[in-house]
């Protein structure tokens, strides 16, 4: 089975400029979640979805990141403009509805803005 | 505000040397308590759910505990391909969305041959 597919895997590029990350959850999920992990900070959940619809993006740093979910096979995590101290690996995982369902995560995309 | 926390922050063992890690939460009324396991360059793996205090579950060298405080994963004689990051995560208290997760700052476990 397809687990949760990311791209890039490793995107390098310059302060200022506009990042979109991609994610493909596995089929048939009802929640998608965005992560972003740092040695400082650990995984921290930046946004997630119920069924396309964002339910708390109360983890969204600031209003220079923003996340998409047009269907339920595709979502984005869009920053613009880049800066140095948003260099991290994100994450996106996805999960059943219920109770106890575990998130399956994706191998992330390193992100280093310089 | 609900908390995780790990212990320790690393571990360092020889081949077949048991010990635990540990998970202690501040989330009242906990709705699960998740496991995972991270190896470098890749994502979060799902090891166990566990709901109740008393409830144990195992996989192979691994055995994870629950009380009413705190979660323990033990490693029985563990080997050089048990060496990982190991995460746990609860959901915050109230409300019906099981989806959100909290994680703790996770242990990084080397395990020498």
């Known amino acids: 089975d397809a687990g949760v597919i990311q791209s890039p895997r490793h995107e390098v590029t310059e302060m200022g400029q506009e990042v979109t990350l991609r994610c493909k959850p596995i089929?048939?999920?009802?929640?998608l979640f965005w992560y972003r992990q740092t040695m400082m900070r650990g995984l921290e959940l930046l946004i997630y979805f119920n069924n396309n619809v964002p339910i708390d993006d109360s983890g969204m740093p600031e209003d220079r990141f923003s996340a998409k979910m047009p269907n339920a096979s595709f979502s984005t995590l869009k920053i613009q403009p880049s800066e140095p101290r948003d260099s991290a690996v994100y994450f996106c995982?996805?999960?059943?509805?219920?109770?106890?369902?575990?998130?399956?995560f994706g191998d992330g995309t390193r992100l280093s803005i310089l | 505000e609900d908390q995780v926390t790990q212990s320790p922050e690393a571990l360092r063992l020889q081949e077949g040397e048991s010990s635990s890690l540990n998970c202690s939460y501040t989330?009242?009324?906990?709705?699960?308590l998740f496991w995972y396991r991270q190896d470098p360059g890749k994502g979060p793996e799902f090891l166990f759910t566990l709901y109740s205090a008393g409830e144990e579950k195992e996989k192979e060298r691994l055995k994870a505990t629950l009380t009413k405080k705190e979660s323990f994963l033990h490693i029985t004689a563990p080997k050089p391909e048990d060496s990982a990051t190991y995460l746990c995560a609860a959901p915050p208290a109230g409300g019906t969305s099981y989806g959100k997760l909290t994680f703790g700052q996770g242990t990084i476990l080397t395990v020498h041959p």
């Open positions: 995982a996805s999960s059943p509805q219920g109770r106890g369902q575990p998130q399956h």
């Open positions: 089929s048939g999920h009802d929640y």
């Open positions: 989330v009242s009324g906990l709705r699960g």
